[in-house]
């Protein structure tokens, strides 16, 4: 081989892989150019809230952003795969623990960076443990591995001579905050376009209908649930990265709390996990809803989060988005049935006026 054939190896290389770039974008259906620029739309006109408020609906824009990157998150793992995690609070305390640990040493956009690196890692390491069990077990395991780290942090922080927490005073605005998370939200969607698009995505569902027929197919159905655990998980830390200047005061009883783990869960399922706009159907009547729950009854919080549980799952298993579509396959059944039944009786009308014609 020539050192010209050399150097137009990593040349056609590139060409070929631009040339996959472009085929893949021109696969893109005009429904989805449309879908795609009104997404665009919506986080436009989303984004102008600071603008509109600064405060009540302000913070309850920044809690719906927050919940909407964590349910969509989430449902990228759990939707296709059927996996249902807890442990959203672990990966959601880490980051916001990696920001308080280092906000007085590290710039707080390299302390985001290293927020994200660490629930990465952290979620690699227990996906390559855990993800090769499945059901209730991988359900209580996750449950169990929030507060193991909780306690951990508790223990740290008691060697160290320190009960409380820790504070992470930086002056961001909740204008800056909330822009923060729409962004986020918006990379989360897109990413879970493409993932939805890809051979990834492909394998998900299979893994999602059969495991076992997708392990016979040749399929590595491990490292395929620990890729996408590991962006989940991600996610998650970034989130409470983001949102440790907002708390101002971080404790492991807050950082970790699987309040947040569970409120994740019933908002996805609320809103529905096969649809990746599914989530925010659910987080935004869920938190506006939890607001006034939290404000008029602070001492039944705990009874009531279960008593929305069990409703959703033993009314609408498959979410908002499920029932709408269920509803509209039953209307779409109907309408190709009174269709079916009178064409017979129309051809013999037409029949007969030919007949009388004639």
């Known amino acids: 081989m020539t050192r010209e054939d050399k150097r137009e190896r990593p040349a056609s290389g590139a060409l070929a892989g631009a040339a996959r770039i472009i085929r893949a974008a021109a696969h893109v259906s005009g429904r989805e150019r449309r879908a795609v620029a009104i997404a665009g739309l919506l986080v436009v006109a989303v984004a102008l809230l600071p603008l509109a408020s600064t405060g009540y609906l302000l913070s309850i824009g920044v809690s719906i952003a927050m919940y909407t990157v964590l349910a969509t998150s989430w449902a990228l793992f759990s939707g296709p795969t059927n996996y249902i995690s807890l442990g959203t609070a672990a990966f959601f305390g880490i980051g916001m623990y990696v920001v308080a640990g280092g906000i007085g040493l590290v710039p707080y956009a390299v302390l985001v960076v290293l927020a994200a690196l660490a629930g990465a890692l952290f979620a690699a390491v227990i996906g390559l443990a855990t993800l090769r069990i499945s059901g209730v077990y991988f359900v209580i395991f996750t449950l169990g591995m929030a507060e193991l780290i909780r306690q951990i942090v508790s223990w740290g922080q008691a060697t160290m001579g320190s ?116 989530p925010l159907l659910g987080v935004i009547p869920f938190t506006v809803l939890w607001e006034l729950i939290s404000a008029r009854f602070p001492a039944q919080t705990t009874l009531l989060l279960g008593v929305a549980f069990l409703l959703i799952v033993y009314i609408i298993p498959n979410g908002v988005v499920g029932l709408v579509e269920d509803m509209m396959r039953h209307r779409k059944g109907l309408l190709g049935a009174l269709r079916d039944g009178m064409q017979p009786r129309l051809k013999g009308l037409l029949q007969r006026g030919k007949n009388s014609n004639a």
């Not at 009960?163 to 822009?179: C, F, I, N, P, R």
């Not at 995505?201 to 999602?208: D, H, M, N, S, V």
């Open 163 to 278: 009960q409380a927490g820790l504070y992470v005073l930086t002056g961001m605005a909740d204008s800056t905050l909330y822009w923060l998370l729409v962004i986020l939200a918006a990379f989360v969607y897109f990413i879970g376009w493409r993932i939805g698009r890809s051979r990834l995505g492909f394998a998900l569902r299979i893994i999602g209908n059969d495991e076992v027929v997708a392990v016979h197919s040749g399929i590595n159905t491990a490292r395929v649930k620990v890729v996408l655990f590991v962006i989940s998980s991600t996610f998650a830390s970034l989130t409470g990265a983001f949102v440790a200047p907002r708390w101002s005061y971080v404790e492991p009883t807050l950082a970790f709390s699987p309040f947040i783990s569970f409120q994740v869960v019933i908002m996805a399922l609320l809103g529905g996990v096969h649809r990746l706009w599914g």
